[in-house]
């Protein structure tokens, strides 16, 4: 059983790779500037710090249960920072009227 659940998570974790990669190319055109390796850097630096969250509170004692949590709070704590940046990016890339930017809207019709 063990080895099933692992080989469907393996799956779906290459999914959602795959899926948020074909985005950041749309992205990336609308930016007209290479940006996808910042994409990965900020998703390996949300990877460390939950990481380092759940080492710290494993070295303190803590339940795996616990750990988890912690991990989500900081994660939660810090996204409003990371979707303000984000959106105030998308905000000044729209004000600059980018034929690009227009042509990747979805088309009303």
Do not use: Q
Not at 22 to 45: I, N, Q
Not at 72 to 94: D, H
């Amino acid at each position: 059983m063990p080895t099933g659940a692992l080989l469907v998570f393996g799956f779906r974790a290459g999914c959602l790779d795959v899926s948020m990669d074909a985005h950041f190319v749309h992205v990336e055109k609308a930016y007209d500037r290479p940006v996808m390796s910042a994409f990965h850097a900020m998703f390996s630096v949300g990877g460390v710090i939950a990481s380092l969250v759940g080492a710290g509170a494993a070295s303190d004692g803590m339940s795996p249960a616990v750990g988890k949590a912690a991990a989500g709070v900081t994660i939660v704590a810090v996204s409003p920072w990371i979707w303000a940046a984000f959106t105030a990016a998308a905000i000044r890339i729209l004000r600059a009227g980018s034929d690009r930017t227009r042509e990747m809207a979805p088309s009303s019709h």
